[in-house]
């Protein structure tokens, strides 16, 4: 079981890993600064952005919990 778990932890990982790389990062530093022309709309996560942040955070829990098993088990 030991063994079993190990190979889904590394596989959360590395779909973890992929997940938060393939997302689009906003690397325009002038709207963090309120340089951003009066803007005040915030915007929302919509269509395949918001169904890769769903999938993102899934997986970040299954990670969690599959870490947090053999902690509850060795009690």
Do not use: W
Not at 1 to 9: A, F, H, K, P, R
Not at 22 to 45: F, W, Y
């Amino acid at each position: 079981m030991v063994q079993m778990l190990s190979i889904v932890q590394i596989a959360l990982a590395i779909l973890l890993t992929a997940l938060i790389l393939v997302q689009r990062a906003n690397t325009d530093a002038s709207g963090a600064l309120g340089a951003d022309g009066g803007s005040t709309a915030t915007l929302k996560k919509r269509g395949g952005e918001l169904m890769l942040h769903r999938l993102t955070v899934t997986t970040a829990v299954l990670f969690a919990l599959t870490l947090a098993i053999p902690l509850i088990l060795s009690r």
